[in-house]
T-cell receptor, first 111, second 109 residues
Framework: DTGVSQDPRHKITKRGQNVTFRCDPISEHNRLYWYRQTLGQGPEFLTYFQNEAQLEKSRLLSDRFSAERPKGSFSTLEIQRTEQGDSAMYLC?????????FGPGTRLTVT | QKEVEQNSGPLSVPEGAIASLNCTYSDRGSQSFFWYRQYSGKSPELIMSIYSNGDKEDGRFTAQLNKASQYVSLLIRDSQPSDSATYLCAVTPREALTFGSGTRLQVQP
């Protein structure tokens, strides 16, 4: 399978815990994006990498959120001190130019 | 005003009919426009892209763009029950995609 992959697919955590998600983009894609989607809404942009450089961050990305893309390959998104409002689907997308392809997402539930 | 507006639906059409989905956007600097299909519980799937005014056809799908009116539409011909999903309009005023909230389409057998 050469599509975008994400791990884990589901995560249940208690409020206050830290969680980390991983995204593996399509191999030849140099751009990688993180989005968050809540029920009934479209995905909302969080952050964007070109190769290993984080070029843009949304105002949605509070200081509890951090993302990395070491060596321009896979990326991780960490949420510290999770809150119930962090419950959402976290989507990763990759692109070579402007066509973005999404992974299956990680569904986070904060109890 | 939201950056990308879509009617949430549901839009209900009979099998075999044409489904027409509409989207308006606010940023005149947007250059690229996309339609994604999202089945319940799944991630968005890219189905169409359009960059210039006019129509673009791909199989049963036609995307239409009118930059002067800031309007994008998607037509689905010969609608099938398997087309029942939420259709997300996305534009790129910046590098990342800005999505509408989606229109839920129901195709009745």
């Amino acid at each position: 399978d050469t599509g975008v992959s994400q791990d884990p697919r589901h995560k249940i955590t208690k409020r206050g815990q830290n969680v980390t998600f991983r995204c593996d983009p399509i191999s030849e894609h140099n751009r990688l994006y993180w989005y968050r989607q809540t029920l009934g809404q479209g995905p909302e942009f969080l952050t964007y990498f070109q190769n290993e450089a984080q070029l843009e961050k949304s105002r949605l990305l509070s200081d509890r959120f951090s993302a990395e893309r070491p060596k321009g390959s896979f990326s991780t998104l960490e949420i510290q001190r999770t809150e119930q409002g962090d419950s959402a689907m976290y989507l990763c997308a990759s692109s070579e130019r402007d066509l973005q392809y999404f992974g299956p997402g990680t569904r986070l539930t904060v109890t | 005003q939201k950056e990308v507006e879509q009617n949430s639906g549901p839009l209900s059409v009979p099998e075999g009919a044409i489904a027409s989905l509409n989207c308006t956007y606010s940023d005149r600097g947007s250059q690229s426009f996309f339609w994604y299909r999202q089945y319940s519980g799944k991630s968005p799937e890219l189905i169409m892209s359009i960059y210039s005014n006019g129509d673009k056809e791909d199989g049963r799908f036609t995307a239409q763009l009118n930059k002067a009116s800031q309007y994008v539409s998607l037509l689905i011909r010969d609608s099938q029950p398997s087309d029942s999903a939420t259709y997300l309009c996305a534009v790129t005023p910046r590098e990342a995609l800005t999505f509408g909230s989606g229109t839920r389409l129901q195709v009745q057998p």
